[in-house]
Nanobody, 121 residues
Framework: QVQLVESGGGLVQAGGSLRLSCAASGSILLNAMVGWYRQAPGKQRELVASNTTGGSTYYADSVKGRFTISRDNAKNTVYLQMNNLKPEDTAVYYC???????????????WGQGTQVTVSS
């Protein structure tokens, strides 16, 4: 029933910026860990950024200082602000949400459909 709809991808020149959005169909972000993954052709899917409701944030070394993950719980939307984009950032980006349901209980996990980001040199 829960769906994640991604938007904001596109083609930009190196040094440009994009903001990806991930809109959830339900109010699920309050007790959720959110993250952005990306997958380039021939490569494994990698975690780019994540955060929790407690404010703990992770960034891959390759994007640290350039990308910012954020959320708007009221709008049920997760964002990834990408600045100073590089050709190496070219990939399909996926939003991931893991909802905490209590200790000892399995979490619920949802994925967006993916959005293409292409950075030209």
């Amino acid at each position: 029933q829960v769906q994640l709809v991604e938007s904001g991808g596109g083609l930009v020149q190196a040094g440009g910026s994009l903001r990806l959005s991930c809109a959830a169909s339900g109010s699920i972000l309050l007790n959720a860990m959110v993250g952005w993954y990306r997958q380039a052709p021939g490569k494994q899917r990698e975690l780019v950024a994540s955060n929790t409701t407690g404010g703990s944030t992770y960034y891959a070394d390759s994007v640290k200082g350039r990308f910012t993950i954020s959320r708007d719980n009221a709008k049920n939307t997760v964002y990834l602000q990408m600045n100073n984009l590089k050709p190496e950032d070219t990939a399909v980006y996926y939003c991931n949400i893991q909802v905490f349901r209590g200790w000892g209980l399995p979490h619920s996990e949802y994925w967006g459909q993916g959005t293409q980001v292409t950075v030209s040199s």
